[in-house]
């Protein structure tokens, strides 16, 4: 009999371990019947606009979330709801189900024993550390804002804006703002919100260019000094939203900032 010597390898191996053996036979069950809609991979930003269905790295995300991180019960509803998807069981965020549709069901396709072996694999697996890193910078980040710009670009909301928190919770009577403190918030609203606007239509403009350029092939000394006033027109930015920070504190009582504080990072 004639063995190629990856096959061989990978025979050699599985005799050897158990555990290899089991995990690469949920591996293979779970490429043959998840991976056309669902990615196994930490998608990239250019590949979300494409995809069909959360990424697994997602979706047990949510899952354990969801859960709690009991496992026993995310286990039941994997095999459950694969079997007999409803929008109403879904866990994911409901924009997910907007934009996906509700996953086909996989009765009488895979079965339950198998669907055991994927929701194993998928709660050992899942959420990886670069996934939980990345996901957790992209909330951070101002919701999936910073998925849409250049490679390079800054997320423009990096730091939270204050006063944008503030209008959220305006009327709220337990922050008791009193007319003459939503005065003077608007005044600081509105001098930070045409400095980080002029900003950013001037950084729109020279990333615009220094893509162009480089593109073109132009010459690395020629798009350095545009690539530096991005660097310092950032930092503009920065201190226009440090000046808001304080300008706000200095308006707020210490207990309405401690109110404000819950709603920072998000
Ligand atoms: C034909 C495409 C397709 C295949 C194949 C598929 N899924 Fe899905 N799945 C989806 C879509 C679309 C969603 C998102 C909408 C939803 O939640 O129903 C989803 C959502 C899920 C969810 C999240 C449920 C929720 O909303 O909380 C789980 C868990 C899941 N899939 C598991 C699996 C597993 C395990 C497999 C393989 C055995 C699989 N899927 C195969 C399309 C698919």
Redesign the pocket.
Known sequence: MHLTKPLFLSLALLTFSTSVDASSKAEE??KT??A???ILTVPTPEMIQSL???A?EA??F??KD?MNNNNKKAKA??ID??QN?D?S????ESN??AK?????S?KGK?SPE??AT??DY?LETYPTKKFVKMITEMLANGKLNSLKGSPFLMNQDALPHVTKILLENWDKGSLGLTTEQKEKLLVVRKETMSGVKKIKKALQILEEAIIEMSVDGEDLAKIEPKVQEVAKLKAQATMIQLKCLKDSIEILNDEQMEMILPFWDS
């Not at 069981?89 to 994911?92: D, G, I, N, P």
């Not at 996906?100 to 086909?104: K, L």
């Open positions: 069950l779970i019947n998840c056309s809609c669902h069909k269905a959360p697994m979706v047990v949510h899952l969801a509803f994997i709801f694969t998807p929008v069981k879904s866990v994911c997910k189900v996906f549709g509700v996953m086909p996989l895979v198998d669907l994927i929701a998928m």
